[in-house]
């Protein structure tokens, strides 16, 4: 059972393979999402960066910092917050809830 039914649980439990330090594509509908493994922690955002539309799984993890550049113009991103954190992007990702219950992942929407 999802860990909260009031929210819609997807189970994106393949994901659990991920690599610490790496990132995945994965679309829903119409979102195009970025799931990141960071230290055995997961993280879920918009994986377009809102500067310049560039897919942000190409970019760079800081694992450290928990940020994701984008490959393009440099532009770091906060993966717990969605904050952009230097120019040229202003604008934040969307960032998505994501629960490791037992031997499950799930993301919320």
Do not use: Q
Not at 36 to 49: P, T
Not at 84 to 98: C, F, G, H, T, W
Request: proline content about 6%.
């Amino acid at each position: 059972m999802p860990p909260d039914s009031s929210s819609s649980w997807i189970d994106i439990s393949n994901f659990l393979s991920l690599k610490k330090g790496e990132m995945a594509e994965f679309d829903y509908e119409d979102k195009k999402i970025m799931i990141a493994n960071i230290k055995g922690d997961f993280f879920a955002a918009d994986r377009v960066c809102t500067h310049a539309h560039v897919d942000l799984t190409g970019g760079f993890l800081n694992e450290p910092e928990k940020t994701v550049t984008c490959p393009l113009h440099l532009s770091s991103f906060d993966l717990k917050s969605g904050n952009a954190l230097n120019l040229p992007a202003e604008e934040p990702l969307k960032v998505y809830k994501i629960k490791k219950e037992k031997n499950k992942l799930f993301i919320s929407f």
